[in-house]
Each structure stands twice: as structure tokens, then as C-alpha cells.
């Protein structure tokens, strides 16, 4: 239970996350698109790269944060899909961090959290998220969660992290979608309700039933540990996701967070 609210220190970045992604989509023209990319599965090398390079950027950008950063807990990696129209494209402007992306770019969001003794610093529970392009792991865009504000990233070549010691050692890799039978997928689905309903009792009372779960897979591993398959069940609630990670070996919830639609 200690490690399950543990990580649910996530739940709060889901206002700030809110508020960033009204600031993003409301505007008068340049409307666009972002789908989660459920499909996202990676190496323990790739996964282990990124995180690095999402660290380089705030290492580069606001090297007095690092300290704030939990290097105990895993980051909060997740893939999305970016989409525009034609007509809408003319109304994104440099200073907007989508501006260089095409219609139909993956890209990966990295979140860091932050020690639990810094909450006054970062009441959402997290230092920063790092926006990656997929094509070629290039940062563009740094939202800093104790502000909310969005800093446009522009380099020309990916940074390299120099504090390595800062990776965090927990890792939850995602590996894609869980192709499971009907029986496989009730199983896990009931064990992620009763997860919430027992960590989390408000978000159990919110939970939309007639809308299917999304469950995909992942690796867990924590330093030299064995690495561990898991399913990710993705439950909802109005107006936010739930991912619930479960080790697929011994049914264990060992960990759940909040995340916008």
C-alpha cells in the first residue's frame, strides 16, 4: 500500500495538466489534435535514452530543479499523436511548441516527480514534463509543472545529460497493447477497480463503467532487479484516464496515477 500512494502523488499533476492543455488548444485558429499513442513500445535501451534526454533538457534549461527531482520513483513515460489540418497549420506560430511538428508526429511525454518533502515547491507532485519528438528523441518543449508554463525548446542537436547519477532507477517500459482473451481482460480490469477502491476511494466513486478499459503491457523493473511483465488497465473517470500497472505474474497493483483525456 506505502508504494501504491507513493505514486499516487501523480494525481495532482492532473490539474496543472488540465490547465496546460486548455492553453494549448484554445485558440481562436491553429486548432489541433492530440491522441494518445497506445501503440508506444520500447526497448529498455530506448526507454533508458529518452529519460535521459528528457533529464539533459531540464539539466540544460533549469539545472536548479534537478535536486527537486525523485530519483526513487519511475518517470511518468507515455506516447501521443499530434494532427492538424492544412488550414489550421497557417495559424501555429513559432512561439507555440507544436509549430515544427508534421500532421501525424509521435511523440513522448516524460514527467518527473518530485520529492515528497517539496510539495510546497511542486504542489502537483512533479518537476517537469518533457515533450520528445519520436523521429529523432529531439526535445522541443519543457512544461515546467510548478509554474505551467511552456518553454519552446529549439536545438540543434540532442543534449547529453551530465549528471547521470539523477536517472531514476524504477523503470515502467511500455510495451504496446495487451492482446488478452475476454476471461484475461475481466481478471485484470476487476483487479484494477478494486486497486482504485481500495488506494483511492473518491476516484472508485467516479468511475465511468460503460466506457471499455485500454490495456496495454509493460516491463517493471527496479535497479538490478529481474524485470517483471505487467498490464497497464486503463480505466475513466469524467474528464481523466486512471492507469492502473499490475505485474502480470502475481496480480499485484503496484502503482496507479491520474492523466488527461
Request: proline share 5%; charged share 30%; net charge negative.
Given at each position: 500500500m506505502k508504494s501504491i500512494l507513493r505514486n499516487i502523488r501523480i494525481c495532482t499533476i492532473l490539474a496543472l495538466i488540465a490547465f496546460s492543455c486548455t492553453g494549448l488548444h484554445a485558440m481562436?485558429?491553429?486548432?489541433?489534435?492530440?491522441?494518445?499513442?497506445?501503440?508506444?513500445?520500447?526497448?529498455?535501451?530506448?526507454?533508458?535514452?529518452?529519460?535521459?534526454?528528457?533529464?539533459?533538457?531540464?539539466?540544460?534549461?533549469?539545472?536548479?530543479?534537478?535536486?527537486?527531482i525523485d530519483t526513487g520513483m519511475a518517470v511518468g513515460l507515455t506516447g501521443r499523436i499530434?494532427?492538424?489540418?492544412?488550414?489550421?497549420?497557417?495559424?501555429?506560430?513559432?512561439?507555440?511548441?507544436?509549430?515544427?511538428?508534421?500532421?501525424?508526429?509521435?511523440?513522448?511525454?516524460?514527467?518527473?516527480?518530485?520529492?515528497?518533502?517539496?510539495s510546497s515547491h511542486f504542489p502537483s507532485g512533479a518537476v517537469a514534463q518533457v515533450y520528445i519528438r519520436a523521429e529523432d528523441n529531439m526535445p522541443f518543449c519543457i512544461e515546467w509543472l510548478d509554474s505551467g508554463k511552456e518553454q519552446v525548446l529549439n536545438y540543434n542537436e540532442v543534449p547529453s545529460l551530465e549528471a547521470i547519477h539523477l536517472l531514476p532507477t524504477k523503470r515502467i517500459i511500455p510495451r504496446g497493447m495487451a492482446e488478452v482473451t475476454e476471461e484475461v481482460k475481466e481478471r485484470f480490469v476487476s483487479l484494477a477497480r478494486e486497486g482504485v477502491k481500495k488506494a483511492m476511494p473518491h476516484w472508485y466513486n467516479e468511475l465511468i463503467p460503460n466506457v471499455a478499459p485500454i490495456l496495454t503491457r509493460f516491463w517493471a523493473c527496479t535497479g538490478d532487479e529481474k524485470v517483471r511483465p505487467g498490464i497497464q488497465v486503463v480505466l475513466h473517470m469524467r474528464g481523466m484516464r486512471i492507469p492502473v500497472f499490475i505485474l502480470e505474474d502475481t496480480g499485484e497493483v503496484i502503482g496507479m496515477c491520474a492523466d488527461e483525456v
Open positions: 481562436q485558429r491553429g486548432v489541433f489534435r492530440i491522441f494518445y499513442d497506445w501503440t508506444l513500445s520500447l526497448t529498455a535501451e530506448e526507454y533508458q535514452q529518452k529519460v535521459s534526454i528528457a533529464l539533459a533538457a531540464i539539466e540544460q534549461e533549469r539545472p536548479e530543479y534537478l535536486p527537486y499530434y494532427e492538424i489540418d492544412d488550414e489550421e497549420k497557417l495559424y501555429i506560430t513559432p512561439s507555440q511548441p507544436y509549430y515544427h511538428l508534421k500532421s501525424g508526429a509521435r511523440y513522448c511525454k516524460v514527467i518527473f516527480h518530485s520529492k515528497m518533502e517539496e
